[in-house]
């Protein structure tokens, strides 16, 4: 049995660390992109112009129904080809996650939207708000009221689903890891590092999700 020796990844930290910090910048600029995103593709969705309808739902069901690492696979290899654009790799890990998580957020935010009662839509017509204030000050504030913990959830499903671009060449924190595993011969302890690591974002984040959803459960019992 192989003897397992961690002191290797100290020495790795440094590469360890870089990973560390491309894999929050894809996950925080990719939940902003799926935040707002969602609420747009949500609005579409559940307004009553099919010019906006229909492309809003063929987008939510493409990124819904094919398998991220095709979506990402097509992207990087696809798209410089198609169009003659190239970016570069951490900015279309970033377009490319946010599009993704822009599809679930807006089935979120669409649940939400549909929970808020009718009589409060109402009251803002009769107040004599434009579409526009209605959905920036009563539609938008409750339907990410109600979505948060949907939101979080996602948002977790994001952070672990940037490991897929390391296989397009991004040196996120897999893709490093992956560098320390083969030049040290030493794959148990880094996987199984990284593994825990994962764990300790992930966690923390879903008990956060788990509170706020009970808080917004009390809150809307009341």
Not at 68 to 87: K, S
Not at 98 to 115: C, D, K, P, V, W
Not at 165 to 185: F, H, W
Request: charged share 10%; with cysteine.
């Amino acid at each position: 049995m192989q003897h397992l020796d961690y002191f290797f990844i100290i020495q790795a930290w440094p590469l360890l660390l870089n990973g560390l910090l491309v894999t929050l910048q894809l996950t925080f600029w990719a939940n902003v992109i799926g935040l707002v995103g969602g609420a747009l593709l949500a609005l579409c969705t559940t307004g009553s112009r099919r010019i906006l309808t229909v492309p809003a739902r063929l987008y939510i069901e493409f990124f819904r129904c094919t398998p991220t690492l095709v979506q990402i696979v097509w992207f990087f290899f696809c798209v410089p080809i198609l169009f003659d654009v190239f970016w570069p790799p951490v900015f279309m890990g970033i377009v490319i996650l946010g599009m993704n998580l822009s599809a679930f957020n807006a089935e979120a935010f669409r649940a939400s939207i549909q929970t808020i009662p009718r009589a409060h839509t109402d009251a803002a017509i009769a107040l004599g708000l434009t579409p526009f204030e209605r959905i920036v000050h009563v539609i938008l504030p409750q339907a990410l009221r109600y979505a948060i913990p949907v939101l979080i959830t996602n948002g977790i499903g994001l952070f672990q689903q940037t490991s897929l671009v390391a296989l397009v060449g991004v040196d996120e924190l897999m893709y490093n890891g992956r560098l320390v595993s083969t030049s040290t011969y030493r794959p148990i302890e880094t996987y199984t590092f990284l593994v825990l690591f994962y764990l300790a974002v992930s966690i923390p984040i879903g008990r956060l999700a788990a509170f706020i959803e009970s808080k917004s459960d009390r809150a809307l019992k009341a």
